[in-house]
């Protein structure tokens, strides 16, 4: 039988503890040469944050572990019988192995991971995205939202000719 890729259900942020626990359980089970691989997909990701850079690894499937096999009774009943793991993905409880196009696009994007980083796209708060709000439907009537610079408290500063921050009356206004 031929060697193929299968992916494992786990429990979601607990890849690597699965992953670690079932390379153990297969040495011990002398299986080594019946599952080869067991992978679990990432990629850098480059995060700027506070003014300073950072460089983490990501999942780019949470939940999941893939394991290079050769399927067979006791290697099914060994990856079932391990904590954290959940199901083989296929249809009817029946693993089902991924097309090779598919393996390689994977396997390709961990080789290039280690290459270079990928940016990560971010959300500036100081320069907020400005957005129109929609329209709200009330009773057949067309109300609008209050704008959302109207729901968020502001921050006082001090006046430019006097120099002094204004007061805040008990009422909440200025």
Avoid at 38 to 63: A, D, M, S
Avoid at 77 to 93: E, L, Q
Avoid at 118 to 129: G, R, S
Avoid at 144 to 164: F, I, N
Wanted: proline residues 10%; aromatic residues 6%; positive net charge.
């Amino acid at each position: 039988m031929a060697r193929e890729w299968y992916v494992i259900r786990v429990q979601s942020g607990r890849e690597e503890k699965v992953r670690n626990t079932l390379a153990r359980k297969i040495q011990l089970a002398g299986l080594d040469e019946r599952v080869t691989s067991i992978l679990v997909p990432t990629e850098n990701v480059t995060e700027i944050k506070g003014g300073r850079k950072r460089v983490r690894e990501r999942k780019l499937y949470p939940g999941y572990v893939l394991v290079e096999m050769e399927l067979n009774d006791e290697v099914w009943f060994v990856i079932r019988d391990t904590p954290g793991i959940g199901d083989f993905v296929g249809a009817y409880g029946r693993p089902v192995p991924m097309r090779p196009d598919e393996v390689s696009r994977i396997l390709k994007g961990q080789q290039e991971k280690e290459e270079q980083p990928a940016p990560c796209a971010f959300h500036n708060p100081i320069q907020p995205a400005s957005l129109a709000p929609a329209p709200q439907l009330t009773a057949g009537r067309r109300t609008a939202r209050p704008a959302r610079a109207a729901c968020k408290p502001r921050a006082l500063r001090p006046s430019p000719e006097t120099g002094q921050a204004p007061t805040v009356t008990a009422g909440g206004k200025l």
